[in-house]
Each structure stands twice: as C-alpha cells, then as structure tokens.
Nanobody, 123 residues
Framework: VRLVESGGGLVQAGGSLTLSCTASGSITRINTFSWYRQAPGKQRELVAV???????QYSESVKGRFTILRDNVENLVYLQMNTLKPEDTAVYYC??????????????????WGRGTQVTVSS
C-alpha cells in the first residue's frame, strides 16, 4: 500500500489550493485519512483527519478555512485550503490507517505516509 500526494504549489496569501492523496495497492479498508504538515524548524502537526464515517476534526489554526473530504470508492482524500496565510507554508503529508489482505481471511493493519507536497504561501 502506498500514498501519493499532489496539488501543492505556490500561492499568494488569501488564495486557495486543493491537495489530493491517492492510496493504491490491495486495500481492505481505510479507517482514517489525515493531513499533517511540517514547517521548517518545526514539528510535524496534525491539520485535519477524516474517519470512515466521514466525521472530521481540524486543528484550531485551520478550522473554518480548510476542508477534508474523502472518496471511499477511489481511496482518495482531499484537503481544500482557502484563505491561505503565509504561516500555512509547509510540507503537507498524507497519512492513512487501515487494513489490507495478507492471506485468505487474514488482514494486517497499516499506518502509512506519503512523501509530502510543498505548499508555499507568499505575503
């Protein structure tokens, strides 16, 4: 199972970007999709998470500006980012927790990360 992010780039403050992340491989179920970010010199932080029942949670710094969505059929997750600020500049990482088939009637749990996509917001 692997994750690939796309959609990062350079945008002016106040602008919008949408990130996408695709999970590929043999997957039984993805329980949670999350987006994290890491700015230079800072720790990686949780931005948003969406559970299998489409329940979502956001960090206070992005609440009201970012929206996380998932497509359970295609194993996709999106992060719509509006009203971007320079402090949103970071590498954004996709994370997925779920299960995949290991053998007949047997699954294993995975917790995987994408390689990240750079988002730069200019002032």
């Amino acid at each position: 199972v692997r994750l690939v992010e796309s959609g990062g780039g350079l945008v002016q403050a106040g602008g919008s970007l949408t990130l996408s992340c695709t999970a590929s491989g043999s997957i039984t179920r993805i329980n949670t999709f999350s987006w994290y970010r890491q700015a230079p010199g800072k720790q990686r932080e949780l931005v948003a998470v969406i559970f299998s029942g489409a329940v979502t949670q956001y960090s206070e710094s992005v609440k009201g500006r970012f929206t996380i969505l998932r497509d359970n059929v295609e194993n996709l997750v999106y992060l719509q980012m509006n009203t971007l600020k320079p402090e949103d500049t970071a590498v954004y990482y996709c994370n997925a927790v779920g299960t995949a088939p290991q053998a007949v009637g047997v699954v294993y749990e995975f917790n995987i990360w994408g390689r990240g996509t750079q988002v730069t917001v200019s002032s």
